[in-house]
DNA sequence: CAAACATATCGCCTTTTTCCGATATAACAA
DNA sequence: TTGTTATATCGGAAAAAGGCGATATGTTTG
C-alpha cells in the first residue's frame, strides 16, 4: 500500500463521498437492479450522475480509487461496475493504527 | 475535524514521517534531553535536522499538522515544542472506520 | 457493416501544493 | 541596549491536482 497515495486519494470530498455511497448502494443509487449492485457494484453513470461532476472527471476518480485499492472495478459489457475493497480499507486502518 | 483537510496533511511522505517518530521520540531524537522529551515534545529544529528540509518548509508542516489536530504545539521559551494529539488521531480512525 | 451507448483517455487551463530564501518576531544573554 | 538563537511568516517558482470538453476505445443492437 502506497500510504501517501492513499491519503492523496481521500484528500476530496467527493471521493470521500463515494466511499460512503458505495457502503449502502441500495440506499444511495436505486435506480440500479439489485442483482449488479449485490454482485459487481455500482456503475460510472450511476456515480456520476450522484457527484454532479463531468463524466471524464468522475472516471478519472474512480480509476484513482482502484489504483490505491479501495475500490474494485468488474467490467461487464459496456458497464464497470464499482464496488468498496474492503481488504484495501482495512489496510488502511492497520496503517493508521500502527505506522502513524 | 475536516476530514478531507486531515487526509491533505497525510499526503506527503515527511509528515508522515514526523508523525511516526514522534510515537517514540526517545529513540529518534536522542540530542534532546529527557525531561522536555516527555513534557513537552520534540522542538522544531531536532524535527528539522531529521527532516533534511528547510527551516521554513519544516516549520509550515507543523503548523499544519497541529491545524489539523494530530499534534499539540508549547511554546516555552525561545522553542516550541510538538507532540503527537492521540485525541486528534484517534478522532481520524473513528472517522475511518465510520465514515469511509 | 453502422449507429448508439458506456467508459476511458487526452489536452488544456486553473488552482493548489511543495519547498525555498529572505525577512520578521520573540526570547535570551551579555 | 545589542547580538544571538529559535521559530514563524512572506513571496515566489516549479510541480502536482482539479476539473472540463473533445476524442478514442470497446460493447451492444439493428
Redesign the pocket.
Known amino acids: 500500500m502506497d500510504s501517501v497515495?492513499v491519503f492523496?486519494?481521500l484528500?476530496?470530498?467527493?471521493?470521500l463521498q463515494i466511499l460512503s455511497w458505495l457502503k449502502d448502494p441500495e440506499t444511495h443509487f436505486p435506480a440500479q437492479e439489485q442483482m449488479s449492485l449485490d454482485c459487481h457494484g455500482v456503475?460510472?453513470?450511476?456515480?456520476?450522475i450522484k457527484?454532479?461532476?463531468?463524466?471524464?472527471?468522475?472516471?478519472?476518480?474512480?480509476?484513482?480509487l482502484?489504483r490505491t485499492g479501495l475500490v474494485t472495478?468488474t467490467?461487464?459489457?459496456?458497464?464497470?461496475?464499482?464496488k468498496r475493497n474492503e481488504e484495501g480499507i482495512k489496510l488502511l486502518e492497520q496503517f493508521i493504527q500502527n505506522e502513524i
Not at 484528500?11 to 471521493?15: A, G, Q, V
Not at 456503475?43 to 456520476?48: K, L, Y
Not at 454532479?52 to 474512480?62: A, D, F, K, R
Open positions: 497515495e492523496k486519494a484528500s476530496n470530498k467527493t471521493r456503475c460510472v453513470g450511476q456515480i456520476q457527484c454532479g461532476l463531468s463524466q471524464s472527471t468522475v472516471s478519472e476518480y474512480l480509476s484513482l482502484q472495478a467490467r461487464v459489457g459496456q458497464w464497470t461496475y464499482y
